[in-house]
Protein backbone atom coordinates (compact mmCIF):
# COMPACT_ATOMS: atom_id res chain seq x y z
CA UNK A 1 0.00 0.00 0.00
CA UNK A 2 1.08 3.58 0.14
CA UNK A 3 3.52 4.82 3.11
CA UNK A 4 4.91 8.17 3.66
CA UNK A 5 8.67 8.13 5.35
CA UNK A 6 10.22 10.81 6.60
CA UNK A 7 13.40 12.00 8.37
CA UNK A 8 13.33 11.68 12.46
CA UNK A 9 13.91 14.49 14.59
CA UNK A 10 14.23 16.65 16.05
CA UNK A 11 15.90 18.79 13.74
CA UNK A 12 17.55 21.63 15.12
CA UNK A 13 19.12 24.58 13.42
CA UNK A 14 20.50 28.29 14.06
CA UNK A 15 18.77 31.28 12.93
CA UNK A 16 19.65 31.80 9.29
CA UNK A 17 20.59 28.31 8.43
CA UNK A 18 19.46 26.15 5.39
CA UNK A 19 16.67 24.01 5.92
CA UNK A 20 16.11 20.43 3.98
CA UNK A 21 13.94 17.84 5.78
CA UNK A 22 13.58 14.76 3.62
CA UNK A 23 10.64 12.63 2.49
CA UNK A 24 9.86 9.70 0.44
CA UNK A 25 7.07 8.14 -0.59
CA UNK A 26 5.92 4.64 -2.17
CA UNK A 27 2.53 4.82 -3.98
CA UNK A 28 0.45 2.59 -6.84
CA UNK A 29 -1.13 5.35 -8.79
CA UNK A 30 -0.47 8.91 -9.36
CA UNK A 31 -0.76 11.06 -5.68
CA UNK A 32 -0.50 14.57 -5.16
CA UNK A 33 2.30 15.42 -2.45
CA UNK A 34 1.68 18.01 0.24
CA UNK A 35 3.93 19.43 2.97
CA UNK A 36 1.65 20.33 6.03
CA UNK A 37 2.82 22.46 9.47
CA UNK A 38 1.87 21.92 12.90
CA UNK A 39 2.51 24.84 15.60
CA UNK A 40 2.44 23.72 19.37
CA UNK A 41 -1.73 23.57 20.39
CA UNK A 42 -3.11 23.54 16.66
CA UNK A 43 -4.13 21.87 13.51
CA UNK A 44 -2.63 21.26 10.64
CA UNK A 45 -1.95 24.15 7.81
CA UNK A 46 -0.88 23.57 4.43
CA UNK A 47 1.93 24.98 3.72
CA UNK A 48 2.92 23.61 -0.11
CA UNK A 49 1.33 20.92 -2.77
CA UNK A 50 2.55 19.80 -5.93
CA UNK A 51 0.30 17.64 -7.86
CA UNK A 52 2.79 16.16 -10.99
CA UNK A 53 6.06 14.80 -11.50
CA UNK A 54 8.54 17.39 -11.65
CA UNK A 55 5.99 20.54 -10.16
CA UNK A 56 7.35 22.69 -7.56
CA UNK A 57 5.35 23.90 -4.53
CA UNK A 58 6.54 27.02 -2.64
CA UNK A 59 5.38 28.67 0.29
CA UNK A 60 6.81 31.55 2.91
CA UNK A 61 10.30 31.09 1.49
CA UNK A 62 9.59 26.82 1.77
CA UNK A 63 9.63 25.32 -1.55
CA UNK A 64 9.94 20.88 -2.36
CA UNK A 65 9.87 19.58 -5.66
CA UNK A 66 8.03 16.36 -6.88
CA UNK A 67 10.53 13.65 -7.91
CA UNK A 68 9.00 10.59 -9.55
CA UNK A 69 12.68 9.27 -10.50
CA UNK A 70 13.40 9.04 -6.67
CA UNK A 71 9.83 8.86 -5.23
CA UNK A 72 10.74 12.04 -3.38
CA UNK A 73 9.10 15.73 -2.14
CA UNK A 74 12.32 17.06 0.11
CA UNK A 75 11.30 20.62 1.94
CA UNK A 76 13.47 23.14 1.65
CA UNK A 77 14.10 26.58 3.24
CA UNK A 78 17.14 28.58 2.25
CA UNK A 79 16.91 30.61 5.92
CA UNK A 80 15.24 29.44 8.74
CA UNK A 81 13.89 31.69 11.59
CA UNK A 82 12.64 31.43 15.04
CA UNK A 83 9.05 31.60 13.71
CA UNK A 84 9.54 28.30 11.94
CA UNK A 85 10.01 25.90 14.93
CA UNK A 86 6.69 23.64 14.72
CA UNK A 87 6.40 19.75 13.32
CA UNK A 88 6.18 19.49 9.34
CA UNK A 89 4.33 16.33 7.85
CA UNK A 90 4.52 14.85 4.31
CA UNK A 91 1.53 13.66 3.23
CA UNK A 92 0.46 11.92 -0.45
CA UNK A 93 -3.15 12.20 -1.75
CA UNK A 94 -4.18 8.69 -4.18
CA UNK A 95 -7.02 7.15 -4.83
CA UNK A 96 -7.74 4.13 -3.24
CA UNK A 97 -10.50 1.55 -3.36
CA UNK A 98 -12.59 3.28 -0.46
CA UNK A 99 -11.98 7.00 -2.22
CA UNK A 100 -9.38 9.39 -1.67
CA UNK A 101 -7.18 8.95 0.78
CA UNK A 102 -3.97 10.85 2.49
CA UNK A 103 -1.74 9.05 4.14
CA UNK A 104 1.11 11.08 6.52
CA UNK A 105 4.58 11.03 7.45
CA UNK A 106 5.44 10.64 10.91
CA UNK A 107 5.88 14.07 11.47
CA UNK A 108 9.62 16.07 11.79
CA UNK A 109 10.13 18.50 14.56
CA UNK A 110 11.80 21.47 14.00
CA UNK A 111 13.63 24.28 16.59
CA UNK A 112 15.27 26.71 15.46
CA UNK A 113 17.27 28.74 18.04
CA UNK A 114 18.00 32.33 18.08
CA UNK B 1 -14.12 33.04 7.80
CA UNK B 2 -14.60 30.00 6.49
CA UNK B 3 -12.71 27.09 9.17
CA UNK B 4 -13.54 24.12 11.03
CA UNK B 5 -14.20 24.37 14.84
CA UNK B 6 -13.85 21.52 17.36
CA UNK B 7 -15.03 21.49 20.93
CA UNK B 8 -14.08 21.48 23.33
CA UNK B 9 -10.48 22.18 23.20
CA UNK B 10 -9.81 20.01 26.11
CA UNK B 11 -11.79 16.99 27.20
CA UNK B 12 -11.61 15.06 30.40
CA UNK B 13 -13.70 11.84 31.01
CA UNK B 14 -13.49 8.61 33.18
CA UNK B 15 -12.50 5.20 31.63
CA UNK B 16 -15.93 3.22 30.82
CA UNK B 17 -17.69 6.30 29.62
CA UNK B 18 -18.58 7.54 26.20
CA UNK B 19 -17.76 10.90 24.93
CA UNK B 20 -18.53 12.66 21.80
CA UNK B 21 -16.54 15.05 19.84
CA UNK B 22 -17.69 18.00 17.73
CA UNK B 23 -16.48 19.08 14.06
CA UNK B 24 -18.18 21.28 12.73
CA UNK B 25 -17.05 23.19 9.12
CA UNK B 26 -18.71 26.66 7.23
CA UNK B 27 -16.65 25.40 4.29
CA UNK B 28 -19.20 23.61 2.27
CA UNK B 29 -17.09 21.06 1.94
CA UNK B 30 -18.43 17.53 0.89
CA UNK B 31 -15.70 15.42 2.71
CA UNK B 32 -14.69 15.59 6.33
CA UNK B 33 -12.41 13.31 8.34
CA UNK B 34 -11.28 12.29 11.45
CA UNK B 35 -7.73 11.39 12.59
CA UNK B 36 -5.94 10.63 15.79
CA UNK B 37 -2.43 12.03 16.52
CA UNK B 38 -0.39 10.56 18.93
CA UNK B 39 3.22 11.62 20.73
CA UNK B 40 6.01 11.31 17.94
CA UNK B 41 3.46 9.11 15.43
CA UNK B 42 1.73 10.74 11.99
CA UNK B 43 -1.98 10.90 11.93
CA UNK B 44 -3.95 8.08 11.71
CA UNK B 45 -7.43 7.84 9.85
CA UNK B 46 -10.55 6.51 12.07
CA UNK B 47 -13.75 7.38 9.92
CA UNK B 48 -14.44 9.67 6.79
CA UNK B 49 -16.89 10.57 4.61
CA UNK B 50 -17.32 11.24 1.44
CA UNK B 51 -21.06 12.41 1.47
CA UNK B 52 -24.37 13.05 3.71
CA UNK B 53 -25.39 10.03 5.47
CA UNK B 54 -22.15 8.07 4.40
CA UNK B 55 -19.29 7.07 6.04
CA UNK B 56 -16.69 4.44 5.64
CA UNK B 57 -13.72 3.00 8.48
CA UNK B 58 -10.50 4.21 8.41
CA UNK B 59 -7.21 2.58 9.39
CA UNK B 60 -8.03 2.50 13.05
CA UNK B 61 -11.80 2.53 13.56
CA UNK B 62 -12.36 -0.08 16.20
CA UNK B 63 -14.42 1.42 19.56
CA UNK B 64 -15.22 4.37 17.31
CA UNK B 65 -18.47 5.69 15.93
CA UNK B 66 -19.48 8.53 13.69
CA UNK B 67 -22.19 10.13 12.29
CA UNK B 68 -23.09 12.39 9.16
CA UNK B 69 -26.49 13.88 9.24
CA UNK B 70 -25.60 17.25 7.47
CA UNK B 71 -22.89 18.41 5.20
CA UNK B 72 -21.56 20.98 8.50
CA UNK B 73 -21.38 18.52 11.00
CA UNK B 74 -19.17 14.98 12.03
CA UNK B 75 -19.40 14.28 15.28
CA UNK B 76 -16.73 11.49 16.53
CA UNK B 77 -18.04 9.24 19.64
CA UNK B 78 -15.28 7.46 21.35
CA UNK B 79 -16.83 4.62 23.26
CA UNK B 80 -15.64 2.41 26.15
CA UNK B 81 -14.05 0.07 23.82
CA UNK B 82 -11.72 2.12 22.71
CA UNK B 83 -8.83 0.30 24.56
CA UNK B 84 -6.57 3.39 24.30
CA UNK B 85 -8.29 6.93 23.96
CA UNK B 86 -6.02 9.81 25.66
CA UNK B 87 -4.80 11.20 22.58
CA UNK B 88 -5.16 14.28 20.47
CA UNK B 89 -8.15 14.07 17.65
CA UNK B 90 -7.89 16.27 14.71
CA UNK B 91 -11.22 16.37 12.09
CA UNK B 92 -10.35 17.89 8.34
CA UNK B 93 -12.30 18.53 5.62
CA UNK B 94 -11.86 18.69 1.73
CA UNK B 95 -13.67 19.57 -0.90
CA UNK B 96 -14.33 16.30 -2.48
CA UNK B 97 -13.41 13.62 -4.61
CA UNK B 98 -10.20 15.05 -6.20
CA UNK B 99 -6.68 13.65 -5.28
CA UNK B 100 -5.25 17.17 -5.52
CA UNK B 101 -7.55 18.77 -2.72
CA UNK B 102 -5.69 19.71 0.18
CA UNK B 103 -7.33 18.64 3.89
CA UNK B 104 -8.61 21.67 6.12
CA UNK B 105 -8.14 20.96 9.69
CA UNK B 106 -9.71 22.25 12.92
CA UNK B 107 -7.43 23.30 16.36
CA UNK B 108 -7.93 19.53 17.64
CA UNK B 109 -9.72 18.42 20.98
CA UNK B 110 -6.78 17.10 23.44
CA UNK B 111 -8.87 13.85 24.96
CA UNK B 112 -7.49 12.65 28.18
CA UNK B 113 -9.25 9.33 29.63
CA UNK B 114 -8.40 8.02 33.33
Known amino acids: GDSVTQMEGPVTLSEEAFLTINCTYT??????LFWYVQYPGEGLQLLLK?????DKGSNKGFEATYRKETTSFHLEKGSVQVSDSAVYFCALSDRGTGGFKTIFGAGTRLFVKA | DGGITQSPKYLFRKEGQNVTLSCEQNLNHDAMYWYRQDPGQGLRLIYYSQIVNDFQKGDIAEGYSVSREKKESFPLTVTSAQKNPTAFYLC?????????????FGNGTRLTVT
Open chain 1, 27 to 32: ATGYPS
Open chain 1, 50 to 54: ATKAD
Open chain 2, 92 to 104: ASSIGARVDSPLH
